[in-house]
């Protein structure tokens, strides 16, 4: 679909109540399959690959208010009045934007992940951390270190190799990014600070931190959680930054009782 002037990628399936899903930073549609099928038994389904990721347009340069602006412009073009709102990690920083921006369109609003301002993307300074321990590392091996430190310590090993097999598969489809493409998807996220409009949000909302997670940890979510009215915290004890591999009938049940309640 052409939306602000940028072809994006849509899935939809299933019927009711639309519930609009939004993936995180490098990722796309194909992470979310499970979940996709999962609620689209109860409900209609909505996907979408960010514009700069899976196999939406790729601009050289976009902001946090593009993805923002993506998303509500998609659902006036799909003619959705109001939907669920579920985002994990970036595409949460994305929901919370919607949510504030047009609160009246949001029914509920799941937050996995979060964080609600930062001066760099959460990898950016991950990264930036262990920059010594990285130098002289590829981009391949620096990727590769981010993904295994995304996990809680007690993550099976077999989870880890399904996330290390989706990445190869990724790269043998053509869509992981490179590494011009990553740069501008990590600019975007750039000196982004939601706090100021988080109060505006009316609608029900569910926060969820990993209690293991290095790149948004818990004191992120729990400041999202207070700053948006009467919203819910939980936190998964045996994740990290991927509670919907790590902990997925946890984190998918909360979801759902949340959304039916």
């Known amino acids: 679909m052409q939306i ?5 990628n849509v899935q939809q399936t299933g019927a009711g109540t639309p519930v609009l899903m939004l993936h995180g930073l490098g990722s796309n549609i194909g992470a979310l399959e499970p979940e996709i099928e999962r609620f689209s038994r109860a409900f209609r389904v909505i996907a979408v690959d960010s514009r700069g990721h899976g196999h939406s347009g790729k601009p050289a340069a ?3 208010e593009d993805h923002i602006g993506d998303v509500l412009a998609l659902m006036d073009a799909l003619e959705l009045e109001t939907a669920h709102l579920i985002g994990s990690s970036a ?7 919607a949510a504030a921006r047009q609160p009246e369109r949001v029914n509920r609003l799941v937050l996995i992940t979060p964080k609600s301002n930062g001066k760099t993307s959460s990898v950016a300074r991950f990264v930036s951390e262990h920059a010594e321990e990285l130098r002289g ?3 391949a091996e620096v990727q590769a270190f981010v993904t295994e430190h995304l996990f809680a310590p007690q993550t099976p090993a077999e989870v880890r190799r399904q996330m290390a097999d989706f990445a190869r598969q990724q790269q043998q489809d053509g869509l992981a990014l490179t590494p011009e493409q990553e740069s501008a998807a990590q600019r ?7 706090r100021p409009v988080l109060p505006r949000i009316t609608a ?13 940890p818990v004191a992120d979510g729990e400041e999202v959680a207070r700053l948006i009215p009467n919203a819910r915290f939980e936190v998964l004890e045996h994740s990290g930054h991927l509670p919907g591999r790590e902990e997925p009938e946890r984190l998918w049940g909360l979801v759902e009782a949340f959304l039916q309640s």
């Open 4 to 8: 602000n002037g940028t072809d994006l």
């Open 62 to 64: 976009y902001t946090l």
């Open 91 to 97: 595409g949460s920083y994305v929901a919370q934007g």
């Open 137 to 139: 590392r590829s981009q």
């Open 188 to 194: 975007a996220l750039e000196g982004f600070d939601l």
């Open 204 to 216: 029900p909302t569910l926060v969820v931190s990993g209690r293991h997670d290095p790149l948004n």
